[in-house]
């Protein structure tokens, strides 16, 4: 089991398994006798002193895991090197003055390569890590940035993006084959486009936007390649023909889909509903008895001054 759980089974050795707090807390502790002087190399096997590391791990079934490693101090016997004390490390347990596994660490990189820092700490956070936005970015930031190709990928995107909106704005290059970025460049004028395509030589497809820029720079830079638009502006080109061509047929839709008007011609008097005829009728009522004390008023010479 103990094999299962460590990072690295051959040089680790798990003491106790333990629940702190909610948390699982396991007590580990190197086993290598001796160990290598950062500094000049040299192997020591006397042990100066004790010391604790607190690491966090990937989660265990929903919960947060924890490492306590006791490291070692080792006393260096190479009397020229100028570290006299230094300690041991286990590079597969976790990288030097860090306080999460490497694995972990190595999950969160991926985690905002592929969903950016604010989701990643919400998926962290699902499956029991506790990570702010802010620290799944830094581990992002540490990782060392993969070198560039020294030749252009087969299927190649071009576009620009922002360094500071509406003011400065870059070109970026993306191998469309894996969805990486391989290259940035400072601006999107053609001449740095033209001349990073002639240094990358090896394209056969480029994806671009409809920049005449891009396209200039293209047909310079990389005249074997063919070039195309990409999605995004292959469906805006067919939504504008579809708007363009269905203004040209509007009454032609219209009469097709529209219903037809109601006809206006004379069916006969319409039934009023119960309650609104015997509204009218009470009215009328009404308005008769009026009429008929107003006759009789008149009758008795009222209308007289």
Not at 270 to 275: A, S, T
Request: charged residues 25%; hydrophobic residues 40%; contains cysteine.
């Amino acid at each position: 089991m103990a094999h299962a759980l460590l990072p690295d089974p051959d040089a680790l050795v798990l003491d106790t398994i333990a629940v702190q707090a909610g948390r699982i807390v396991f007590q580990i502790r190197p086993v290598a006798p001796t160990a290598i002087c950062s500094k000049c190399g040299c192997c020591s096997d006397r042990v100066h002193s004790y010391y604790q590391r607190t690491l966090q791990d990937l989660p265990w079934q929903g919960n947060a895991v924890r490492f306590l490693c006791t490291v070692r101090r080792f006393f260096c016997d190479n009397g020229d090197c100028p570290r006299k004390i230094f300690a041991e490390r286990v590079e597969k347990l976790a990288r030097r003055y860090q306080r999460k596994t490497a694995r972990l660490e190595d999950l969160l990189q991926q985690l905002v390569w592929r969903v950016g820092a604010e989701a990643a700490a919400g998926i962290a956070q699902l499956i029991g890590l506790s990570v702010s936005p802010d620290a799944a970015l830094y581990q992002f930031r540490k990782a060392e940035a993969p070198e560039a190709p020294s030749n252009c990928p087969e299927v190649l995107g071009i576009d620009d993006f922002a360094f500071r909106k509406g003011q400065t704005y870059g070109t970026i290059l993306i191998d469309l084959t894996t969805r990486t970025p391989i290259d940035l460049l400072p601006d999107r004028e053609k001449t740095t486009v033209e001349n990073w395509l002639k240094e990358h030589p090896g394209a056969k497809i480029i994806s671009r936007d409809r920049s005449a820029v891009y396209a200039d720079a293209i047909r310079a830079g990389a005249p074997e390649a063919t070039p195309v638009a990409d999605r995004f502006h292959l469906l805006k080109n067919l939504m504008e023909t579809l708007q363009a061509q269905i203004g040209k047929e509007s009454k032609t839709i219209r009469e097709v889909l529209l219903p037809k008007v109601a006809s206006f011609e004379d069916e006969g008097p319409v039934q009023k509903p119960h309650r609104a005829q015997r509204a009218s009728m009470e009215s009328r009522q009404r308005r008769f008895e009026l009429w008929q004390k107003v006759r009789e008023l008149h009758g008795q010479g009222y209308f007289k001054k």
